[in-house]
């Protein structure tokens, strides 16, 4: 069975995103800790990061890389975070979150509800900050 996260590229469930290529995509998680929490996902359903192919990784990163270079220009906070836990969904994805101290990076801190409206504002604004930046993966949406 598909994962949530497949189950969002593929257009089953909705999603924010912010980019898509051959590899991974990056939208914004529907529990977010900090405005902005994004998410970087292989469109290959792996469970464990340890377990994917290097180059696969590195691609990931340098999205990652790309996304919190958006969300300081957006959000300027005094720290883009990252993780990998992987115990909410067994497919890998990598969080990026601006945040403005460690206890910004506390899951038991993750929305239960969101706006979506505020999602698509927020998403828009992130396309608009990686467009600039010249990354030609940016999601149309």
Known sequence: MATVFTRIIDGDLPGHFLWRDDMCVAFLSINPIRPGHAL???RAEVDHWVDLPVDTVTHLMGVAHAVARAQQEV??????GQMIAGFEVPHV?????????MG???????AATVDHG??????ARLREALSTAGHGAVSDA
């Open 93 to 101: 994805h990598v969080h990026t979150i601006p945040i403005w101290g």
């Open 75 to 80: 959000f300027s906070p005094a720290r883009v």
């Open 118 to 123: 505020e999602l698509a504002r927020l998403a």
């Open 104 to 110: 910004d990076m506390d899951f038991t801190n993750a």
């Open 40 to 42: 970087v996902v292989p």
